[in-house]
């Protein structure tokens, strides 16, 4: 069976857009939703609908894959989700090793969605001494000592995060100078990276606060209460303060800045 080291998607080479790659694993879950439900054809309607965006858009992602479907009949439903997962690479295994196996590691570990979607749990790492050996979702887990010789062994391009913040951007270092390229990172903290090596951030407190700032929004429209940009004045003239610091540019992040990723349903 393949390895992730060897065999890599042939998106970008192909110009298929960032925004629309992130929506093809959507796209694969509708589709594979109604495969397990034996339906043979979709109308892109009802796949737009079923994964959350409009039908042009659709119609747009699929071109880029080379699917314009058939006139009155729509898309074979088989047929798609073979060659959207061809394109995201999940016809061949992907071994992914875990570091920090804590309460949100073990999680991950114990996660059945894995396999399914073309990903192989190879190791859970972690750097208590105690944790070693200790069998979680029926893997030992391995001290962090043995990091690099792990990933060597199992061919390891995948990595994921789930240490403490201060911890993260080290065992990315690490991670990332044993061949691994590309981290999924759910360390409350931006990782800096070398040009060639792919980030996706999951922080669920930012996930949080954002639909707190949409609740507080519509309990203001219940109450009739302006919100926040209704009590400024029609330009906001003030000077710079220095304790408004500017964003630089100096850390690097993944091909999506820091816009968090969700785990699939």
């Known amino acids: ?22 929506r093809l694993p959507l796209y694969l879950r509708a589709l594979t939703a109604l495969s397990e439900r034996s339906v043979p054809t979709v109308s ?29 009949v729509g898309y074979d439903v088989e047929y ?23 309460n949100l590691g073990a999680a991950l570990a114990n996660y059945g969605g894995f396999a399914s979607r073309g990903f192989r749990v190879a190791a859970l790492i972690d750097a208590d001494p105690a944790m070693a050996g200790k069998p979680v979702a ?14 060597g062994d199992n061919g390891v391009s995948i990595g994921v995060i789930a240490t403490p913040a201060g911890a ?16 999924l990172n759910f360390a409350p903290t931006v990782l800096t990276v ?12 930012i996930e949080l606060q954002i639909l707190a700032f949409h609740e507080q929004r519509k309990a203001g429209e219940e109450t009739g209460q302006a919100g926040p940009e209704a009590m400024e004045g029609p330009e906001d003239t003030a000077p710079a303060s220095p304790a408004r610091p500017t964003a630089t540019a100096t850390d690097r992040k993944g091909p999506d800045g820091d816009v968090p990723a969700v785990m699939p349903a």
């Open 1 to 22: 069976m393949a390895t992730g080291r060897t065999h890599r998607p042939a998106t970008r080479s192909r110009g298929i857009p960032e925004a629309t790659v992130a």
């Open 44 to 72: 892109s309607e009802e796949l737009a609908a079923a994964a959350g965006v409009n039908s042009a858009k659709l119609r747009k992602d699929f071109s880029y894959l080379g699917s314009y479907g058939t006139r009155g």
């Open 80 to 102: 798609l989700v073979y060659q959207i997962s061809r394109e995201l690479g999940l016809t061949q295994d992907w071994p992914v090793v875990i570091v920090g196996i804590g």
């Open 138 to 151: 029926g893997i030992p887990v391995q001290h962090t000592d043995e990091l690099e010789q792990i990933i």
């Open 168 to 183: 993260a951007q080290q065992v990315c270092d690490r991670l990332v100078a044993a061949g691994v390229t590309s981290i």
């Open 194 to 205: 070398p040009d060639g090596v792919d980030v996706r951030k999951v922080d669920l407190s």
